[in-house]
């Protein structure tokens, strides 16, 4: 059975915030809740990068380990999703995850905090599949589709990969081995004749 993984390649992500407007527009995301979002490192100064960061589906994660309720489950593809019907709203999982997935709205059934919303893997969640009520709470689900996370699908340089951790982990581990460094990560050697990636420069250019 394979097991489900993001994976984002920083010298891909131009920050165009595509994966957080697709994954806003497919689920119909409240306001104030951000499922994904686009983080930059070392932000104005040289070399910085940018990362798209959601729920990463932990194979050990520390939300499910310090839920009171145990409002969390993973599914056989290995998708850390959360029964909204069971959960209190309490925060312990906001404070527990490293990347700052689960998300609170502004207003809800407990006052200010609500009930807690995360990335799904674009699973849904306990309703059954396809149902108004999965998409209601949960968002539609696009793997019960046969398809791939809208985030991933609409990621305009690929930076963004989703599926099969052994998949991803193969098609990541090749662009590293392949794509060189520094100008060279974007095949402008090819396009430009640079001397670095073997080619003559082209007449003119400098």
Not at 19 to 48: F, I, Q, S
Not at 92 to 111: D, E, H, I, L, N
Not at 116 to 130: I, L, Q, S, V
Request: glycine residues 12%; charged residues 20%.
């Amino acid at each position: 059975m394979a097991r489900m993984k993001f994976v984002c390649d920083a010298e891909r992500c131009i920050e165009c915030n595509g994966c957080v407007t697709a994954c806003k527009n497919e689920h119909e995301v409240p306001w104030g809740v951000n499922r994904r979002r686009v983080v930059t490192l070392n932000d104005g100064v040289p070399g910085e990068k940018s990362i798209s960061v959601a729920c990463m589906h932990c194979s050990d994660a520390p939300c499910m380990a310090v839920c009171p309720v145990n409002c969390f489950y993973r599914t056989d593809e290995g998708v850390v999703l959360h029964d909204k019907d069971v959960c209190i709203g309490c925060g312990y999982c906001s404070y527990a995850c490293p990347f700052g997935a689960p998300q609170f709205p502004s207003q809800g059934t407990f006052g200010v905090r609500g009930k807690m919303d995360k990335c799904t893997f674009c699973a849904g969640g306990p309703e059954a599949n396809g149902s108004q009520a999965e998409f209601e709470k949960y968002g539609r689900n696009r793997l019960a589709e046969g398809k791939l996370p809208a985030c991933a699908e609409m990621c305009s340089t690929k930076a963004l990969l989703a599926g099969d951790g052994d998949v991803v982990a193969d098609i990541f581990r090749n662009r590293v081995v392949q794509r060189g460094k520094g100008a060279e990560v974007w095949g402008w050697g090819t396009a430009y004749g640079s001397q670095q990636a073997g080619h003559p420069p082209v007449k003119g250019a400098k």
